[in-house]
């Protein structure tokens, strides 16, 4: 019976840009390390991971200069899912294309999952009325500047979903430049 990991490729956000989003959001400092994800794989074999992992090693970018602007939220089934997020980057856009390009032979049998790319940080999850209140507040800080920030590489990640959220492992990682 095949192992399974949850998968996704993401650039690693620094904790001071983190949090000065999440302080304009009016939520609280969090230790949890933000990241910006490029592809969601989702539910992959383990032993898909090392191909994944070669694939990825091709993927050619330079470093990239990011601007988060604005802040959000996505409607979920019970609450909200409160977001950063940035401004138009054609680097960012290239990015995101050649990782795509560079992981479409690994599935050509079940493609990776096919959510359309809105770059955003997620800041946090709330529920009920947290939620309800944290979606008002947002409509009126969409195009809020928060600053910017340079990344310099890009990883496979492992997440696995607990009782407390999702905790990330980081697989490998690759420089952009």
Do not use: N
Request: hydrophobic fraction near 45%.
């Amino acid at each position: 019976m095949p192992v399974f990991l949850r998968l996704f490729v993401a650039l690693a956000v620094p904790p001071e840009a983190a949090q000065a989003a999440r302080a304009a959001a009016g939520g609280k400092p969090s230790s949890a390390a933000a990241h910006l994800t490029l592809k969601f794989l989702g539910r992959t074999e383990r032993s898909l991971a090392p191909a994944v992992a070669q694939a990825l090693s091709r993927v050619q970018s330079p470093p990239l200069d990011l601007t988060v602007q604005g802040l959000g939220c996505f409607k979920k089934p019970g609450g909200v899912v409160v977001w950063a997020g940035l401004a138009p980057s054609p680097p960012l856009t290239a990015l995101r294309a050649a990782v795509e390009a560079a992981l479409s032979p690994l599935s050509p049998g079940r493609p990776f999952e096919r959510r359309p790319f809105e770059p955003h940080v997620t800041l946090a999850r709330l529920k009920g009325e947290a939620g309800t209140r944290a979606a008002e507040k947002l409509k009126s800080l969409t195009a809020l500047p928060l600053g910017s920030f340079r990344v310099d590489h890009f990883g496979l990640y492992a997440s696995e979903l607990t009782p407390d959220g999702a905790v990330h492992r980081l697989i490998d990682s690759w420089k952009l430049g």
